[in-house]
């Protein structure tokens, strides 16, 4: 019995061991990006992500928990807005805070998560000429910290966040298509 549990033990001490030498090789920065063709100028567009005010109608995050409480500071749109938030488990808490915003082509966002878990990141809007509309392109970078490449060998961070931006671009696109038509 006292060699079958030794045995054992070795086993989950290499699996463990394996675990953290894979994380360990994993990248030390991550990005993950999705883009959408939308007929609409980008004039059209900008305004919707550029004005934290007006991300509930189309951030595939503001419906993730109905009594999520929001606190949206600073300048109406632009350089300086912030938006805070606090809610359950699938939403958690942080700040963002537009840091760059170029009129019709880039917005770039300080991204600080504090709940379910501390990650400072970045996420950038680019919106570029595509043929009668515009190329919206959403991306999150940042820096992979050891529990992030840990969580990233069991679950595909790029598949499940880049769902939530496929989601997000769909909802800006049905936004910004119904304002150029009107």
Request: charged share 20%; net charge negative.
């Amino acid at each position: 019995m006292k060699k079958v549990l030794l045995g054992l033990l070795a086993v989950v001490v290499v699996a463990i061991a394996g675990v953290l030498v894979a994380a360990a090789m994993q990248p030390d920065s991550f990005r993950i990006a999705r883009s959408l063709a939308i007929k609409a100028p980008a004039d059209r567009i900008y305004p919707l992500i550029a004005d934290f005010h007006r991300w509930s109608v189309w951030s595939p995050y503001e419906t993730l928990d109905p009594a999520m409480k929001r606190e949206i500071g600073g300048p109406p749109s632009g350089v300086g807005a912030t938006y805070a938030w606090a809610g359950n488990g699938q939403a958690g808490a942080g700040t963002m805070r537009i840091t760059e915003a170029a009129p019709s082509s880039r917005v770039v966002i300080d991204l600080a998560f504090t709940e379910p878990f501390e990650a400072n990141n970045t996420a950038l809007f680019t919106l570029a000429p595509d043929g009668d509309g515009t190329l919206v392109t959403w991306a999150m970078e940042g820096e992979s910290s050891f529990p992030f490449k840990v969580m990233c060998l069991f679950f595909d961070a790029d598949a499940m966040i880049g769902q939530d931006f496929e989601k997000g671009l769909a909802n800006l696109k049905r936004e910004a298509e119904a304002a150029a038509a009107g």
